[in-house]
């Protein structure tokens, strides 16, 4: 079945520590994208992708890096984490207009 | 530039009352227009979406009709449930609006709680 699986769904580490957040798709699209969403639920768009090799950063500045080496897998890394990462993000990906989305990784940086 | 402006929640309804969520943009071109819901600890699904102006995207009982004279795409229900209590999202994508031409702009969600 076509989805879009990221894990951990849950992640609770202490600051200063290098996490990989993973995001991976079997629906062989090329656009993938991170958001974050803080606590009062907007979502900020962080990082996109147009297919391998290629990442962009989105409209919210955020300190993780993407890479995309092959077309299903799209992981999120932050070198060194601090409280202000705690938050929720959420990976997607699309073909066209319609975008379909992760459960989410919840994140909290103690 | 593009935008999408949603009403504040939350919005508390009792079970078998009417819904409407409203929501109204801001786009160059001819964007199509989505409602996304989220359920507590998931991602974002998508409920239901138009793609010109007069279309009415419909799901699960839930309607919008595509407004280009008033730029608007406001979500409805006649009859809620307990089990339609998450968030919603308003959202946009234009396709003249980056190279990409799929990036979706979203409101800031509402949180709808139904109550039996």
């Known amino acids: 079945e076509a989805d879009i699986y990221q894990t951990p769904r849950y992640l609770v580490i202490g600051t200063g520590k290098k996490i990989t957040l993973e995001c991976s798709q079997t629906?062989?699209?090329?656009?993938m994208y991170w958001y974050q969403q803080d606590p009062g639920m907007e979502l900020h768009l962080i990082h996109y992708?147009?297919?391998?090799?290629?990442?962009e950063k989105g409209d919210l500045s955020s300190e993780s890096t993407v890479s995309r080496i092959r077309t299903e897998h799209f992981p999120l890394t932050l070198e060194s984490a601090r409280p202000s990462h705690t938050s929720q993000y959420l990976c997607a990906s699309s073909e066209g207009y319609e975008q379909f989305f992760g459960p989410g990784t919840r994140l909290t940086v103690l | 530039g593009n935008s999408v402006t949603q009403m504040e929640g939350p919005v508390t309804l009792s079970e078998e009352a009417f819904l409407t969520i409203n929501c109204t943009y801001t786009a160059t071109g001819y964007p199509s227009l989505f409602w996304y819901v989220q359920y507590p600890g998931e991602g974002l699904q998508l409920l239901l979406k138009a793609t010109k102006a007069d279309d009415k995207g419909s799901n699960k009982g839930f309607e919008a009709t595509y407004r280009k004279e008033t730029t608007s795409f406001h979500l409805e229900k006649g009859s809620v449930q307990v089990s339609d209590s998450a968030v919603y999202f308003c959202?946009?994508?234009?396709?003249?609006?980056?190279?990409?031409?799929?990036?979706?702009?979203f409101g800031k969600g509402t949180t709808l709680s139904v109550s039996s």
């Open positions: 992708s147009y297919g391998v090799n290629s990442t």
């Open positions: 629906m062989g699209h090329d656009k």
């Open positions: 959202a946009l994508s234009d396709p003249f609006a980056n190279q990409a031409g799929t990036a979706l702009i």
